[in-house]
């Protein structure tokens, strides 16, 4: 009870206990610690108020206490509330299920690949995905987690703390430090350590006051990007060096490696090509593409980067796995294992702001002039992509005029990710219900509208499961974590969310409070999950069931869950083109209600009837997701 008095503190003081890497200064914290400090507050308190005279509050209690961790009762109305539940996921799922079975049944083009594209599994990345298969046909898109199974903290040049960009349970071993940055990094002059003094504030404030209140006008009727606003593409100088390769293992720094040896290279090569089965045709160039997003007057913005890179932007690790991918020595390793991959094949890393649909690539210059005239003409296809996912996006955003032409509508997205008065620059990963492992050739025909995590993976190079052990393992955090999160602020934002993002104020650089109300506000905000619908993920697996079931059963932390049914998963039998639920620890065979769904000729055919028929209001938070359809 003492605890639940103020919100949110005991949560967050028990997760530094557990993470005490997620404070830049770290400190020895412990709810236990927490708890003893505040009866010792109020043993003062009753001391000062009635001297030494007094009796424990709980003397004036009479009910028991509630036991908060007894089975609950199976009512009848929880009954209802489950049916309810099951109904309006499966309603979706069967649709979803169909449109795979359906999928899955396409042929994999066996033709050279102009070049080929591996995005984080995000699915905000499913349908710049689809977008860029559609500019270029002849390439080829993959999905892998955002870091790119490089683990380790990164210290910008000048930096003062280390900041882990792999997923929030991995603790890593290594260190990527950032040097030679040609140009000072931007810095708005209005924010100055030098108001923080009584008369340095005083001088500013008169000063500069006027100033900062012309550029407050000034922002809201012509926004613009200023060194004030999160920029994803700042987190990393794209002309910096980084220390990457490590020569001697005894260069360190706080007890990490830094950099990584030839060695460690290429087994992170080796785990991320094996992981996603890119073990074979090579195209003559393979993009990482890692993805941030840039928003202004945002305390949550860290929830709109990348979950595997501990909510900060990829790309460092997009930089990092191209640079290992790249290496001579590293190539003859993997060459040795049996992954060889041609002199010609080279990799560059990227980043794709999702806020701004906005991309940008990395050491490009080492490109051969083949190579070079080839990603000039893959840039156009990735440009022509950008603009066709700002206007799908668009129709979510009611103060976008979704006829205009696409690049003013891909303008309009990016004046959003720059507008100090928009609580919506993007909406992050509402509408999340989805995460698939399998080829391309399951999802490349089905309109999954922006919902699903998509990570490759090809049964065939992996029939025991050897891989698919490492390819699931962070799905259920990460993924289900997300969607969880998703879920619990959609059923109750005022209890489990954090309400409206409005009156927010960040406290300490460790959460988020009302204004000047004290307690922490766990969750997400309103403006986050307004269209997103409460559904659990479902986890689709390609592969034989019995397989699927002995990779969730290799670890209880991974089977729990799926047992538990907080993430749903399903198995597609890679011959026989069946699906397979998993429920009460067994896989059981699962027929479809729908045998057959809407088609349409292309994404852009929807987007544009979705908003015809919608009259441009579907952006309104009461619309309802497009349902699935197969794209012809």
Same mark, same amino acid.
């Given at each position: 009870d003492q605890q639940f008095a103020h919100h949110g503190w005991s949560g967050l003081v028990s997760s530094v206990e557990d993470f005490p890497d997620n404070l830049f200064d770290r400190r020895r914290i412990s709810l236990h610690d927490l708890i003893v400090f505040e009866l010792l507050l109020e043993i003062d308190a009753l001391d000062f108020k009635l001297g030494k005279n007094w009796t424990p509050l709980g003397v004036h209690i009479n009910s028991k206490p509630v036991d908060l961790f007894a089975e609950a009762p199976r009512t009848e109305l929880r009954e209802v509330f489950t049916l309810w539940q099951d109904a309006f996921e499966w309603s979706y799922y069967d649709d979803v299920i169909a449109g795979l079975l359906s999928s899955r049944k396409q042929k994999k083009n066996e033709a050279a690949k102009s070049f080929q594209a591996v995005f984080c599994i995000d699915e905000r990345e499913c349908s710049?995905?689809?977008?860029? #298969?559609?500019?270029? !046909?002849? @390439?080829? &898109?993959?999905?892998?987690?955002?870091? +790119?199974?490089?683990?380790?903290?990164?210290?910008?040049?000048?930096? $003062?703390?280390?900041? /882990?960009? @792999?997923?929030?349970?991995? %603790?890593?071993?290594? =260190?990527? /430090?950032?040097?030679?940055?040609?140009?000072?990094?931007?810095?708005? &002059?209005?924010? &100055?350590?030098?108001?923080?003094?009584l008369i340095g504030s005083t001088i500013i404030t008169f000063a500069l006051g006027v100033v900062a209140g012309f550029k407050l006008l000034l922002t809201i009727f012509r926004p613009k990007m200023s060194p004030a606003i999160s920029n994803a593409f700042t987190h990393m100088h794209r002309n910096s060096k980084l220390t990457i390769e490590n020569t001697d293992v005894n260069d360190r720094e706080n007890d990490l490696q830094i950099g990584f040896t030839v060695t460690e290279m290429a087994d992170r090569a080796e785990g991320l090509l094996r992981g996603i089965g890119l073990v074979k045709e090579f195209a003559p160039i393979i993009y990482l593409v890692a993805h941030g997003s840039s928003s202004a007057n945002n305390p949550h913005h860290s929830a709109h980067d990348c979950g595997a890179c501990s909510g900060r932007p990829g790309s460092v690790n997009a930089r990092v796995c191209a640079f290992i991918a790249n290496h001579p020595r590293v190539r003859e390793i993997l060459s040795e294992r049996g992954l060889k991959i041609p002199a010609s094949t080279q990799f560059v890393g990227g980043l794709h702001d999702t806020a701004a649909d906005q991309m940008q690539f990395y050491d490009a210059t080492? *490109?051969?002039?083949?190579?070079?005239?080839?990603?000039?003409?893959?840039?156009?296809?990735? #440009?022509?992509? *950008? $603009?066709?996912?700002?206007?799908?996006?668009?129709?979510?955003?009611?103060?976008?005029? %979704? /006829?205009?032409?696409?690049?003013?509508?891909?303008?309009?997205?990016? *004046?959003?990710?720059?507008?100090?008065?928009? !609580?919506?620059?993007? =909406?992050?990963?509402? &509408?999340?219900?989805? @995460?698939?492992?399998?080829?391309?050739? =399951? %999802?490349? /025909?089905? +309109? *999954?509208?922006?919902?699903a995590f998509l990570n490759s993976y090809d049964h065939t190079t992996d029939p025991e499961g050897k891989l698919l052990t490492g390819v699931m393992r962070p799905l259920g955090i990460v993924c289900g974590g997300i969607n969880l999160e998703y879920y619990f602020s959609r059923v109750d934002n005022h209890k489990l969310g954090a309400g409206t993002k409005l009156p927010h104020h960040v406290l300490g650089l460790v959460g988020v409070t009302n204004s000047a109300d004290g307690d922490l506000r766990p969750g997400l905000p309103l403006q986050m999950i307004e269209v997103h619908d409460p559904v659990r993920l479902l986890l689709v697996v390609e592969h034989f069931p019995d397989v699927v079931l002995k990779t969730i059963q290799s670890s209880p932390e991974m089977y729990e869950w799926y047992v538990n049914e907080w993430v749903h998963i399903m198995a597609i039998h890679p011959e026989t083109n069946q699906s397979y639920y998993f429920k009460n620890g067994e896989f059981r065979m699962y027929e479809p209600l729908k045998k057959s769904l809407p088609v349409a000729e292309n994404t852009l055919e929807l987007v544009e009837s979705a908003i015809e028929m919608e009259t441009n209001q579907i952006a309104d938070a009461t619309k309802e997701n497009l349902p699935v359809y197969i794209l012809k």
């Open positions: 710049i995905r689809r977008h860029v #298969e559609n500019s270029d !046909p002849d @390439c080829e &898109t993959l999905g892998a987690p955002g870091f +790119f199974g490089a683990e380790f903290y990164f210290q910008q040049q000048g930096g $003062n703390f280390y900041e /882990k960009l @792999c997923p929030a349970p991995v %603790t890593p071993k290594f =260190l990527i /430090k950032e040097y030679s940055v040609p140009e000072e990094r931007p810095h708005e &002059t209005l924010y &100055t350590r030098r108001n923080q003094s080492i *490109l051969s002039p083949e190579n070079e005239l080839l990603h000039k003409k893959n840039y156009a296809a990735f #440009e022509n992509a *950008l $603009n066709r996912n700002a206007k799908e996006r668009s129709r979510r955003f009611a103060s976008i005029p %979704t /006829k205009q032409n696409l690049p003013k509508v891909r303008e309009a997205i990016r *004046l959003r990710s720059v507008s100090m008065f928009e !609580p919506r620059p993007e =909406l992050g990963h509402g &509408t999340n219900s989805l @995460c698939i492992v399998g080829s391309r050739e =399951l %999802t490349k /025909k089905v +309109f *999954l509208d922006r919902r």
